[in-house]
Each structure stands twice: as structure tokens, then as C-alpha cells.
């Protein structure tokens, strides 16, 4: 099994900035990858940004490009994502979550970030 704890969220307003961290513990060897994924109210959850283990190689949604940064450290088995120009519609329910090739086994419990106008 794998723990995932989120935090960092916040309320913040538009243009500003907030960095995620995902404390990973148990079998983490057994994951190849972390990601970031979102749920705003009344939609699905969405992919945000994924990263590998040993490689570091990243992934990003479109809505995010040039604004997400998703970044990991091996020793602490943690995983940042640095939000910069956040925007009203960045707000939702952030979810890490930890997995290999064939998709995300374990998820964390989420931490909310609002973007106020």
C-alpha cells in the first residue's frame, strides 16, 4: 500500500500562488509515477501534471502549461506542484496520486485551492 497526503491548499487571488506537496509513504518503490489531478464543483476529476520517479520526465495538461510546475524529491518521497498565475477557474479539489504505466492506484485525500477575482 501507498499513503498520500496532500497540503498546501489555500484561498489565493487571481495572479497569485500556491505550491502543493504530496508526502508519499509505504511501498513507494511500487509506483513509477505521481501525478496531479483536479475536480471542480459539479465536473469530473481532470489530469493536471504527472512526473516519474527516476527519470523526472513531466506531463501537462494544456490548461496548466507555462503556469504548473510539477517537480519531486526522491529522498522525502514528496512531489511539489507550484501554481503561479492562478486563475478563478484553477479552483477545485486537488488530488495526488500515485501509480505506474496502466494508471493511478492510490490517491490522496485532496486539499482545496480557491482563486478569488
Known amino acids: 500500500q501507498v499513503q498520500l497526503v496532500e497540503s498546501g491548499g489555500g484561498l489565493v487571488q487571481a495572479g497569485g500562488s500556491l505550491r502543493l506537496s504530496c508526502a508519499a509513504s509505504?511501498?513507494?518503490?511500487?509506483?513509477?509515477?505521481m501525478g496531479w489531478f483536479r475536480q471542480a464543483p459539479g465536473k469530473e476529476r481532470v489530469f493536471v501534471a504527472r512526473?516519474?520517479?527516476?527519470?523526472?520526465?513531466?506531463y501537462y495538461a494544456d490548461s496548466v502549461k507555462g503556469r504548473f510546475t510539477i517537480s519531486r524529491d526522491n529522498a522525502k518521497n514528496t512531489v511539489y506542484l507550484q501554481m503561479n498565475s492562478l486563475k478563478p477557474e484553477d479552483t477545485a479539489i486537488y488530488y495526488c496520486?500515485?501509480?505506474?504505466?496502466?494508471?493511478?492506484?492510490?490517491w490522496g485525500q485532496g486539499t482545496q485551492v480557491t482563486v478569488s477575482s
Open positions: 496520486a500515485a501509480g505506474g504505466l496502466t494508471g493511478y492506484n492510490y
Open positions: 509505504g511501498r513507494t518503490f511500487s509506483t513509477a509515477r
Open positions: 512526473i516519474s520517479w527516476s527519470s523526472g520526465n513531466t
